[in-house]
């Protein structure tokens, strides 16, 4: 099970930082990625890591400015969110998915096997 946690309003060109914890013992075996979807839009990528935080990706609107990093002793993942814009707004999803995973994989969204109850960001302008 994964409960995301820390979204919330803020002003442009602020930040804030996503967890999501998950339960269970074999959280360092799970691939995890953060997703968002905006109203009217399709779910779309936005961050992923891979099992053991040696690799990470991310989608081009949000490189440079979005981190994301695993505490697997915690069995929490983060993604730090600085400098906000306006189409950031969305409800972010975290998804774990488990086995191998080619670099093309971590985007899509059919390759996690769960997913979290989603937070809204609201970034105002």
């Known amino acids: 099970q994964l409960q995301a946690s820390g979204g919330g309003l803020v002003q442009a060109g602020g930040s804030l930082r996503l967890s999501c914890a998950a339960s269970?013992?074999?959280?360092?075996?799970?691939?995890m990625g953060w997703f968002r979807q905006a109203p009217g839009k399709e779910r779309e990528f936005v961050a992923a890591?891979?099992?053991?935080?040696?690799?990470?990706y991310y989608a081009d609107s949000v490189k440079g400015r979005f981190t994301i990093s695993r505490d697997n002793a915690k069995s929490t993942v983060f993604l730090q969110m600085n400098s906000l814009k306006y189409e950031d707004t969305a409800v972010y999803y975290c998804?774990?998915?488990?086995?191998?995973?080619?670099?093309?994989?971590?985007?899509?969204?059919?390759?996690?096997?769960?997913w979290g109850q989603g937070t809204q960001v609201t970034v105002s302008s």
């Open positions: 269970g013992r074999t959280f360092s075996y799970y691939n």
């Open positions: 890591i891979n099992w053991s935080g040696s690799s990470t």
């Open positions: 998804a774990a998915g488990v086995g191998s995973f080619d670099s093309a994989s971590f985007v899509k969204a059919g390759q996690y096997g769960h």
